[in-house]
C-alpha cells in the first residue's frame, strides 16, 4: 500500500481529475497538471462556452490553449514506477456512504474489495492479504463487498445461521433447532441453496428454451415475411404485364373496330351520293318538263297545241318515280351495342375474378404463442373430446366405442354414400375442428398406424395421410417412429410406446407429439403455418384387425 516517503512527488504525479497517476502529463499555462486525455474531454465540454479554464484555479483561456506533454512529469511517473512507490490512496479509493468499508482501517476507511462469509467481515486489498496467504483461512468463503453480512446472524443467539427450516421458509442457527424448530423439516444451508440452485438450473434451462422457440418463431416469421414480399412482388409483377397485354389487346380491337366503321362509313355515303345525284338529275329533268308543258298550256293556237302535246305518258315512269330506298342505320348502332355487351362483359368478369384477385391471406399470429406445457398435467388442461366422422371412415373400417375406436375389417361396411369418404385408404377424420390449442392421446393396437393432423379438403389429393401438403403425421410401428409430411418421411427417435399425445397450437403453427408412459417423452415438433381448421386423421396399415382408440382423458 501507500508510502509517506515522498509526498511531493506523489502529489505532482496524481491527475487532480481522475486522481490517478497522471497518463500523458500536460501542464496548462495556470501551471497545473492533467493528464492530456483528462483535461482534453473537460474543455470539449466548454468548447460551446468558447471560454476554457482550469479545473483547479478556475483561470480562463479566451483561446483553447495547446498542449504538449510534460517531459519532466513524465520522467517523474517513470521514476517513481520502477521505484515501486505507490501514491496515497486518491479520494476514490475511500469508502463513501454508498460503499462497502474496510472495517480493519483505521481513521478514513478504504473501500471493501471482498467480503467473508466466515469472518463475517469485509477487507480492504491490504487486510484481505492473510486470507491469501495463510492456511487459517483457506476454507473461508470469499464473496464480493456486502452490507448484509449481519444478515446471516440469528438476532436472537448471535449464531451463525448454517441451517435451513423448510417449514417455516427461513435460515436459522443451531440452537434455533434445538428450540422452536425442533420437530421441523430442516437441512443444512449448503444442501437447500444445492437444491435451490438444482431448480434455479432447471427455470433458466426452460427460459432458455422458450427463448430458442421464440428465436425460431421469429425466423419463420421473418422467412415468412420474405416470402410473402417476394410473392407479392411477383404478383405485382406478373399482372402488370398481364393489364398491359390486355390493355394493348383491347387498342387493337378498338382500331380494327374503327376501321371496319370508317370503311362502312365510306362505302354507305359513297351510296347516298349516287343516289342523290341521280334524284339531281331527276329535278332537272321534270323542272325542264314543267316548263315545256307549261308553255304549251299557254299556245292558243289549238293546232299548234295539238301537234305539239306528248302522246302517251307524259312522264316515264323512272322519272315520276319519288321512292327513295334508306337503308337502316342498325348497323352502326349494332356495333356500338356490341362494343357495350363486350364492356359489360368485361366488367362482370373483373368484378368476379377481381374479388379473388383481392387475396385475402390467411391470417399471421404475430403474438407469439403461449409456452408449451410441460407435464401431463398442463397437456390435460387442453384435452378435446374427439369423436371420428363416420361420413369419411374407409368402408373397411369398423367405428365403435362412440365412434372414438376404429378397426380395419375384411368385410365391408355398409355407409351410405358421401363425397367426404375416403375410398382409397384405410383412414378416417375426426368429426370435430380443431382450433386454438388442443390435446389428445391415441392408443394403437398390433399394428402399424399413423395419427396426425390434415385439412378437410385433404380428400382431393387422394393421397393417405403424411403424404400430402395438407397433412402433418406421426407413423408409429413396433420399435420406431418417423415423421411424414409431403411424402417426405423423417426418423424420429424415442422410447416405444402404444400410447402417444399430440398437442396442436393452430394459431401458433405448433404440432408435437409425445410418447406417453410414466413420463412424458417429445418425439417430435413441427414449426409451421396452418392455413385451416385442422382435424385429427388415423391411418391403419395392417388391413385386417388393427386397432386404434381416441383415449378418455
Not at 428465436?215 to 399482372?239: F, P
Not at 396452418?530 to 395392417?542: D, E, R, V
Amino acid at each position: 500500500m501507500a508510502q509517506q516517503g515522498n509526498p511531493l512527488d506523489q502529489e505532482r504525479i496524481s491527475c487532480s481529475l481522475c486522481l490517478d497517476l497522471l497518463k500523458d502529463p500536460v501542464t496548462i499555462p495556470c501551471g497545473h497538471s492533467y493528464c492530456m486525455s483528462c483535461v482534453n474531454t473537460h474543455w470539449d465540454k466548454e468548447d460551446e462556452k468558447k471560454l476554457h479554464s482550469c479545473p483547479q484555479c478556475r483561470q480562463t483561456f479566451t483561446q483553447r490553449p495547446v498542449l504538449g506533454k510534460s517531459t519532466v512529469l513524465a520522467d517523474l511517473v517513470e521514476e517513481l514506477k520502477k521505484s515501486g512507490l505507490q501514491p496515497a490512496p486518491s479520494d476514490h479509493c475511500y469508502a463513501g456512504p454508498e460503499d462497502v468499508a474496510c472495517d480493519f482501517c483505521t481513521g478514513r476507511k478504504l473501500k471493501a474489495f471482498k467480503s467473508c462469509l466466515v469472518c463475517l467481515a469485509s477487507y480492504c486489498e491490504k487486510h484481505l492479504q492473510p486470507h491469501y496467504e495463510s492456511r487459517t483461512f483457506e476454507k473461508h468463503k470469499l464473496v464480493d463487498p456486502s452490507k448484509k453480512l449481519l444478515d446471516n446472524i440469528c438476532s436472537l443467539h448471535d449464531e451463525v445461521m448454517k441451517i435451513f427450516c423448510r417449514t417455516d421458509q427461513q435460515s436459522i442457527c443451531y440452537l434455533c433447532l434445538m428450540d422452536e424448530h425442533k420437530d421441523h423439516d430442516t437441512v443444512s444451508a449448503a444442501a437447500e441453496r444445492t437444491e435451490r440452485q438444482r431448480k434455479l438450473e432447471v427455470s433458466r434451462l426452460n427460459i432458455q428454451q422458450r427463448i430458442q422457440d421464440r428465436e425460431e418463431g421469429v425466423k419463420l416469421l421473418q422467412q415468412e415475411e420474405e416470402k410473402i414480399n417476394l410473392s407479392a412482388d411477383k404478383a405485382v409483377k406478373d399482372s402488370e404485364k398481364i393489364f398491359t397485354q390486355l390493355i394493348c389487346l383491347m387498342e387493337e380491337r378498338s382500331s380494327d373496330v374503327k376501321q371496319q366503321v370508317r370503311s362502312q362509313q365510306r362505302a354507305e355515303v359513297s351510296r347516298v351520293k349516287d343516289l342523290q345525284e341521280k334524284k339531281q338529275q331527276e329535278i332537272s329533268e321534270l323542272k325542264r318538263r314543267d316548263i315545256e308543258l307549261q308553255e304549251l298550256s299557254h299556245t292558243e293556237d289549238l293546232n299548234q297545241f295539238l301537234q305539239n302535246y306528248p302522246s302517251g305518258s307524259p312522264l316515264s315512269e323512272s322519272t315520276y318515280s319519288s321512292s327513295i330506298n334508306i337503308r337502316p342505320l342498325s348497323c352502326f348502332e349494332d356495333v356500338t351495342a356490341t362494343v357495350s355487351e363486350v364492356r359489360d362483359k368485361l366488367e362482370k368478369v373483373l368484378r368476379e375474378k377481381g374479388s379473388k384477385v383481392s387475396l385475402k391471406g390467411p391470417e399471421i399470429d404475430v403474438f407469439l404463442s403461449e409456452p408449451e406445457p410441460k407435464t401431463r398435467a398442463e397437456f390435460l388442461q387442453y384435452s378435446s373430446k374427439i369423436t371420428l366422422d363416420p361420413n369419411t371412415a374407409n368402408t373397411r373400417l369398423l367405428l365403435s366405442e362412440g365412434n372414438r375406436r376404429v378397426t380395419s375389417t375384411i368385410q365391408e361396411q355398409s355407409y351410405p354414400s358421401n363425397p367426404d369418404r375416403f375410398t382409397d385408404h384405410y383412414q378416417v377424420l375426426s368429426r370435430e375442428s380443431l382450433t386454438g390449442r388442443c390435446y389428445w392421446e391415441v392408443e394403437k393396437g398390433k399394428g402399424g398406424v399413423i395419427i396426425g393432423v390434415a385439412y378437410k379438403d385433404c380428400k382431393t389429393v387422394n393421397e393417405k395421410f403424411g403424404d400430402c401438403q395438407k397433412s402433418w403425421t406421426l407413423g408409429i410401428f413396433k420399435a420406431r417412429y418417423e415423421f411424414r409430411h409431403n411424402k417426405a418421411q423423417t426418423p424420429v427417435s424415442g422410447p416405444p410406446s402404444s400410447r402417444v399425445g399430440v398437442y396442436l397450437d393452430q394459431r401458433g403453427g405448433v404440432l408435437s407429439f409425445y410418447s406417453v408412459t410414466e413420463t412424458m417423452t417429445l418425439l417430435h415438433r413441427v414449426q409451421t403455418t396452418f392455413t385451416q381448421p385442422l382435424y385429427a386423421g388415423i391411418y391403419l396399415f395392417n388391413p385386417v384387425g388393427n386397432t386404434v382408440e381416441l383415449c378418455e382423458l
